[in-house]
């Protein structure tokens, strides 16, 4: 099977400084892979690397069949790639249906008549987005009077929007607390599963990755040093020493404690 994601040998430096440093792997369709490490490892620049943001120095990125090194983000967004930010990204003086149609009419090439008929157009599907999000009832509220969970379910249905493949999800559960991190990972994983879309994501919290992950890769100073099943990963005494430290629960998992793993 040709997987969705292709990564072979990519590298990234500033200044001298090498960010990532030959990583290579692949994402299947329906397949969930876990991207962690230390801060300054180098994930939020693979993220950027694949989604077009950043220019790679070396190696080769292949999305559903096609080279995307050079392609600006917008391109590789239309090929079917969905992403989320660590940081919510979405319009807080629209409504959270709003926000949703913006994201449908792009995909559909029909941004340009939104505010024309704004009330309407696409709104069926941006509130079964919404329904299928847990949102259906806030769908005329300000994007700016939500909690920050909610506002982190709309940027998931704002990346579901363009019907993905591919799922980038950076720190998809940042900031949120443990009972939501939990929620939101299990929606992600069903609706992933249900769609048979690939899912690449990192993530602090390890009881959320090694809860939801089918694999899971490290990185450490731009290598990628170990890579496996969750179970694989987590004894892995490299990583152990690494990242996760010695003291890690063996037995975290199913969203028990939050367990974060070291950030620097």
Same mark, same amino acid.
């Given at each position: 099977?040709?997987?969705?994601?292709?990564?072979?040998?990519?590298?990234?430096?500033?200044?001298?400084?090498?960010?990532?440093?030959?990583?290579?792997?692949?994402?299947?369709?329906?397949?969930?892979?876990?991207?962690?490490?230390?801060?300054?490892?180098?994930?939020?620049?693979?993220?950027?690397?694949?989604?077009?943001?950043?220019?790679?120095?070396?190696?080769? %990125?292949?999305?559903?069949?096609?080279?995307?090194?050079?392609?600006?983000?917008?391109?590789?967004?239309?090929?079917?790639?969905?992403?989320?930010?660590?940081?919510?990204?979405?319009?807080?003086?629209?409504?959270?249906?709003?926000?949703?149609?913006?994201?449908?009419?792009?995909?559909?090439?029909?941004?340009?008549?939104?505010?024309?008929?704004?009330?309407?157009?696409?709104?069926?599907?941006?509130?079964?987005?919404?329904? *299928?999000?847990?949102?259906?009832?806030?769908?005329?509220?300000?994007?700016?009077?939500?909690?920050?969970?909610?506002?982190?379910?709309?940027?998931?249905?704002?990346?579901?929007?363009?019907?993905?493949? *591919?799922?980038?999800?950076?720190?998809?559960?940042?900031?949120?607390?443990?009972?939501?991190?939990?929620?939101?990972?299990? *929606?992600?994983?069903? %609706?992933?599963?249900?769609?048979? %879309?690939?899912?690449?994501?990192?993530?602090?919290?390890?009881?959320?990755?090694?809860?939801?992950?089918?694999?899971?890769?490290?990185?450490?100073?731009?290598?990628?040093?170990?890579?496996?099943?969750?179970?694989?990963?987590?004894?892995?005494?490299?990583?152990?020493?690494?990242?996760?430290?010695?003291?890690?629960?063996?037995?975290?998992?199913?969203?028990?404690?939050?367990?974060?793993?070291?950030?620097?």
């Amino acid at each position: 099977m040709t997987a969705l994601l292709e990564v072979e040998s990519i590298a990234k430096s500033y200044g001298g400084v090498a960010a990532v440093r030959g990583v290579s792997f692949t994402v299947d369709a329906g397949e969930i892979v876990a991207l962690i490490g230390p801060n300054g490892a180098g994930k939020s620049t693979c993220f950027n690397m694949i989604m077009g943001q950043v220019s790679t120095d070396d190696g080769t %990125i292949r999305i559903l069949g096609h080279t995307t090194n050079g392609m600006p983000p917008r391109a590789v967004w239309r090929l079917g790639v969905g992403r989320t930010f660590q940081i919510t990204a979405t319009f807080p003086s629209m409504t959270v249906a709003e926000n949703v149609q913006v994201a449908l009419l792009s995909h559909q090439g029909l941004l340009s008549t939104f505010y024309r008929y704004a009330g309407s157009i696409a709104r069926d599907e941006a509130e079964r987005l919404l329904d *299928l999000l847990g949102l259906k009832a806030q769908a005329s509220r300000a994007c700016g009077e939500l909690a920050y969970g909610d506002l982190k379910r709309l940027e998931l249905a704002v990346a579901l929007a363009n019907d993905p493949k *591919l799922l980038l999800l950076d720190e998809p559960t940042a900031g949120m607390a443990p009972r939501e991190r939990a929620a939101l990972m299990r *929606l992600t994983t069903q %609706i992933a599963r249900d769609k048979n %879309i690939g899912v690449f994501f990192t993530e602090h919290d390890m009881d959320v990755v090694f809860e939801h992950a089918d694999r899971v890769m490290v990185l450490d100073r731009g290598f990628l040093i170990a890579s496996g099943s969750p179970q694989e990963v987590r004894a892995d005494p490299k990583v152990r020493a690494t990242y996760l430290g010695e003291g890690f629960d063996d037995g975290a998992g199913a969203g028990g404690g939050g367990n974060e793993a070291h950030r620097s």
